[in-house]
T-cell receptor, first 114, second 114 residues
Framework: KAGVTQTPRYLIKTRGQQVTLSCSPI?????VSWYQQTPGQGLQFLFE???????NKGNFPGRFSGRQFSNSRSEMNVSTLELGDSALYLC?????????????FGPGTRLTVL | SQQGEEDPQALSIQEGENATMNCSYK?????LQWYRQNSGRGLVHLIL?????REKHSGRLRVTLDTSKKSSSLLITASRAADTASYFC??????????????FGKGTHLIIQP
């Protein structure tokens, strides 16, 4: 079975731009969660989608948004990029609701904001 | 703020020795999870222990949970060079996660010396 895939793997943007990251979960998994990892703040939960509905949301500004499609693939969008948005963005999938089940992580998208 | 805090921040041991990492958290949890992250394999789920469980084993890994002390420990026995990685504990609050989702600690960086 193929693992979680994320595209692109690396991205460089400038302040003020917007970016869309993509995540394809493991086949059959219905939950997709997104995390931001930085050296200063560590791993922080962004949001979880389950059956196309946002189930949980972390403490991030409204510039961070996401969605999930009927095939469980998910996208995350960050608008009006700031320097502090530079981070590794990780996507994880699980069979059922993420918080109570094993999650499988993708390799991440490394975003650099200049 | 971080819900889980790992201790120590860094640990260096000889191959073959046992490694113990601790995690303390602040509020009542539904479950606690341990993850490993290294550059080769990304972030990998190790063990999930529920609040009504006290101990779980998986291969060379042993996790304990003491809800009265709000702490957990991860023991890796007979360490190998491949165990070199950062280890994170993550908690799900007893409220069902809600807005906080899965909250990670800053991690313990484990180095196995050959």
């Amino acid at each position: 079975k193929a693992g979680v895939t994320q595209t692109p793997r690396y991205l460089i943007k400038t302040r003020g731009q917007q970016v869309t990251l993509s995540c394809s979960p493991i086949s059959g998994h219905r939950s997709v969660s997104w995390y931001q990892q930085t050296p200063g703040q560590g791993l922080q939960f962004l949001f979880e989608y389950f059956s196309e509905t946002q189930r949980n949301k972390g403490n991030f500004p409204g510039r961070f948004s996401g969605r999930q499609f009927s095939n469980s693939r998910s996208e995350m969008n960050v608008s009006t990029l700031e320097l502090g948005d530079s981070a590794l963005y990780l996507c994880a999938s699980s069979l059922e609701q993420a918080l109570y089940n094993e999650q499988f992580f993708g390799p991440g998208t490394r975003l650099t904001v200049l | 703020s971080q819900q889980g805090e790992e201790d120590p921040q860094a640990l260096s041991i000889q191959e073959g020795e046992n490694a113990t990492m601790n995690c303390s958290y602040k509020t009542s949890i539904n479950n606690l999870q341990w993850y490993r992250q290294n550059s080769g394999r990304g972030l990998v789920h190790l063990i999930l222990i529920r609040s009504n469980e006290r101990e779980k084993h998986s291969g060379r890994l042993r996790v304990t949970l003491d809800t009265s002390k709000k702490s957990s420990s991860l023991l890796i026995t007979a360490s190998r060079a491949a165990d070199t990685a950062s280890y994170f504990c993550a908690t799900v609050l007893n409220s069902g996660g809600g807005a906080d989702g899965l909250t990670f600690g800053k991690g313990t960086h484990l180095i196995i010396q050959p």
